[in-house]
């Protein structure tokens, strides 16, 4: 073949380049691993003079599995295998449609003691019992009469051939699959308060945003610690909001991700939200109201009247008579503010008269609703990473192949066995021998077995 | 804590087993290595009794998880593994020479875990993103294939050594033919490689697929990933120079002994760099 002869061509096939190529990819890991995160690069770079931080941030430095150098490696090495693999084919695939006969030259010479088999009986006999041997351990055999002899052939693992191309195969199905998702996919991460409803994400690279056609609310965030303090579990309820209608609730946990319309989400971090809510309650001209989980500059209505709420401050220790709330409350006639106290009955007890000298520490001024602080609440919010990679199947399917092909060369050998019945004098001899791509010492025990096995049903 | 008291002896007994089996090496008896191994055997099934009950215990503190989440009880699966696999090979090869070279390894681990003062040998609780049931399957992989590594790493110290000793000719007389011969190591540090790269590569893939449900990727360049992936690859290398180069005997004897190194480092060296895995830090 011409094209054989094609310098780039043997460049690309040959093993040299794939060992140089491998060596190559291990340095840069190393320096990538060594090299510190990309801001502090960022400030030394800074310090070098233009030129130098040009050429610095040209070999692109900071991110090397990211950079053009790593790329150009890994096109090479892919050129490499997938030429290599064209170019060593022919040769497999001949080895694979190997004759059965002639057995190699000089198969039988030398044999040890224990691999030559005499026996008295005629050949009509003993090649019906070698037959069922073979048959019984190595399944389908080929035969052939010579001038020489009788011999069999039989085979074991010949797919095995095969094996390395199913593992170079998988190291292109993976590079092909991690493609996919750098080009295809998408990372963002998004932050909610609880309670809130977000459908906007920042791109995990760059500075993009990414618009959700759905909408997620933050029901709950619920952190747990074990007695020492360790962290236990970070749990957010979560609510898929599309077009006005909640389509899914779920608990978000660490380890088991929700996949929502395609996209894949994580519970990645959590915070305190800089508020702080304060859970109010009140009455209505002395029967119970309602219960408002309220944060500083909320509004909220009252459907016993016309009035609007605003919540001016939330303070968690206001005067260090603890925590408070300042409401005012609007209506047609009216507009007050007012402190609502948690320990209010405490504080009355050791200032009597309060809420008549103060006006503004008492809770019921807008008549008739007498409004009470029930507890502060820290809120959360919850930080969730979000994933749409389609390349995840292919890098699968090529993880899968790259097991199953390994097994294959390491563990399944393709061994051939020979056996050459010869009429010597009066008697006849048996000789057993094989070749085996590797593990020859395997190949050794299943001969001697085999020879046991004959020997044992030749003379029974 | 009746699991600590078992380790700690288990230690003595694989320091007595290697004391054995070097007695063995020198007076060439046979039987120093039969009493070897029975210490061996006896520190392996007791360490696994203490692994169980370690296991049990941290049950009994409401944390109930498998005895692999931190360093001191990666370590300690270590040792065993290591022991593990050196007597299944030392029973298919019927040779008990590597025991000097692999023991002893087993033996520093356990001591390093229970001396080295900044590991703790408390049963520490799982935090969220050590929840998986991918855990085990994991560490146990990632600790095979280390161990095989560490088996090809002792055959490739006794090839040296006696590729040293004898200039690269087979004597039988002298230390150097109480030695196995250069083609049984050299088939040993093969078989044990193939056995570990398998591993590791299952190890990889298990520990993606882990990453995939915890962080959202399957691949994060992550210091400890880039290691293990650089491990590999030498490995890799040195498979493709034995199938395509013929390379063997001495070379691979030294590229066994740099893959061990990147496995310890992939181990233990990455920890000083920062990234995902650094729940591993002491």
Redesign the interface.
């Not at chain 1, 360790?230 to 970070?234: E, G, I, Q, V």
């Not at chain 1, 946990?253 to 991700?257: A, D, M, R, S, Y």
């Given at each position: 073949m011409p094209i054989e002869k094609h310098a780039l061509w043997s460049f690309f096939s040959s093993?040299k380049l794939?060992?140089t190529l491998?060596?190559l990819?291990?340095l840069l890991?190393?320096a990538?691993?060594?090299i510190p995160?990309p801001d502090v690069v960022e400030t030394f770079a800074n310090h070098l003079s233009p030129g130098a931080r040009k050429v610095f941030l040209f070999f692109c430095l900071s991110d090397l599995?990211h950079s053009w150098l790593f790329y150009i490696l890994l096109t090479l090495l892919s050129l490499n295998l997938m030429i290599c693999s064209l170019n060593c084919f022919p040769a497999i695939w001949r080895q694979y449609n190997a004759p059965h006969f002639p057995e190699p030259e000089g198969i039988f010479d030398n044999l040890p003691q224990g691999r030559i088999i005499t026996a008295d009986q005629e050949s009509g006999k003993i090649k019906p019992i070698v037959e069922s041997c073979l048959k019984k351990n190595y399944g389908p055999i080929s035969k052939i009469e010579e001038l020489r002899g009788h011999f069999f052939y039989a085979q074991r693992g010949r797919f095995s051939l095969f094996g390395v191309y199913i593992i170079h195969l998988s190291v292109l199905i993976m590079i092909a699959g991690?493609i996919i998702g750098s080009v295809f996919g998408l990372?963002a991460d998004i932050n909610i308060k609880e309670g809130e409803s977000v459908n906007v994400a920042n791109m995990t690279k760059g500075n993009g945003l990414y618009h959700l056609d759905f909408s997620i609310r933050c029901d709950k965030f619920t952190v747990e610690f074990?007695k020492?303090g360790?962290?236990?579990?970070?749990r957010s309820d979560l609510s898929f909001i599309k077009n006005g209608q909640v389509r899914r609730q779920a608990t978000l946990?660490?380890?088991?991700?929700i996949t929502f319309e395609g996209l894949?989400f994580?519970?990645?971090t959590y915070g305190m939200a800089p508020e702080i809510k304060a859970i109010v309650t009140y009455t209505f001209a002395g029967e119970k109201g309602g219960e408002m989980s309220l944060a500083a500059g909320d509004t909220f209505s009252l459907p016993q009247s016309r009035a609007r709420g605003f919540v001016l401050r939330v303070e968690e220790n206001i005067m260090r008579i603890g925590p408070a709330v300042k409401l005012r409350i609007v209506s047609q006639k009216k507009d007050v503010q007012f402190w609502v106290f948690q320990n209010l009955d405490q504080i009355v007890d050791a200032n009597p008269g309060l809420l008549t000298k103060m006006p503004m520490f008492n809770p019921g001024l807008f008549q008739p609703f007498v409004f009470s602080l029930n507890r502060l609440e820290q809120t959360y919010f919850t930080g969730l990473?979000?994933?749409y990679?389609p390349g995840?199947p292919l890098?699968?399917i090529g993880?899968l192949l790259?097991?199953a092909g390994?097994?294959i060369v390491?563990?399944i050998p393709y061994q051939r066995l020979w056996v050459f019945i010869k009429p010597q004098d009066a008697k006849i001899s048996i000789r057993i021998a094989g070749r085996s791509n590797r593990?020859d010492?395997q190949l050794q025990k299943k001969i001697d077995y085999l020879c046991r096995r004959i020997d044992e049903e030749i003379k029974a | 804590m009746k699991h600590t008291l078992i380790l700690s002896w288990v230690t003595f007994v694989y320091f007595a087993s290697f004391v054995l089996y070097l007695f063995r090496l020198i007076t060439g008896k046979e039987f120093w290595g039969r009493a070897a191994s029975l210490l061996a055997w006896a520190g392996l099934i007791a360490q696994a009794i203490a692994l169980i009950l370690r296991w049990k215990n941290s049950y009994d503190l409401g944390m109930g998880h498998v005895p692999l989440a931190n360093l001191y009880e990666s370590m300690i699966f270590f040792a065993w593994t290591i022991i593990l696999i050196y007597l299944i090979i030392e029973w298919r090869t019927k040779s008990r020479i590597i025991g000097v070279f692999v023991v002893p390894v087993a033996f520093l681990a356990m001591a390093y875990a229970s001396i080295a003062p900044d590991i703790s040998n408390r049963i520490e609780p799982l935090i969220p993103a050590l929840q998986s049931n991918w855990l085990t399957s994991h560490v146990v992989t990632c600790f095979m294939g280390y161990a095989a590594f560490t088996i090809a790493f002792g055959c490739g110290l006794i090839y040296l050594l006696k590729n040293k000793e004898t200039g690269g000719v087979e004597k039988p007389a002298g230390n150097s033919g109480k030695l196995p011969d250069f083609e049984t190591l050299d088939t040993l540090i093969y078989q044990s490689i193939t056995l570990g790269f398998v591993f590791l590569t299952i190890g990889i893939m298990t520990g993606s697929i882990w990453a995939h449900y915890a962080w959202g990727s399957y691949w994060s360049w992550d210091p400890k990933e880039t290691w293990s992936l650089i491990t590999w690859l030498v490995y890799a290398i040195l498979l493709h120079s034995r199938y395509v180069r013929g390379w063997r005997g001495k070379r691979m004897a030294i590229l066994a002994i740099i893959g061990f190194g990147c496995v310890l480092f992939t181990y233990l060296g990455v920890n000083y760099l920062p990234g995902l895995h650094s729940y591993l830090r002491a």
């Open positions: 093993v794939t060992i491998l060596v990819i291990v890991f190393i990538g691993t060594f995160s599995y991690a990372e074990y020492d360790t962290p236990k579990t970070y946990l660490v380890n088991h991700p894949r994580y519970q990645s990473h979000l994933v990679d995840v890098v699968a993880g790259m097991v390994l097994i390491f563990f593990n010492g | -």
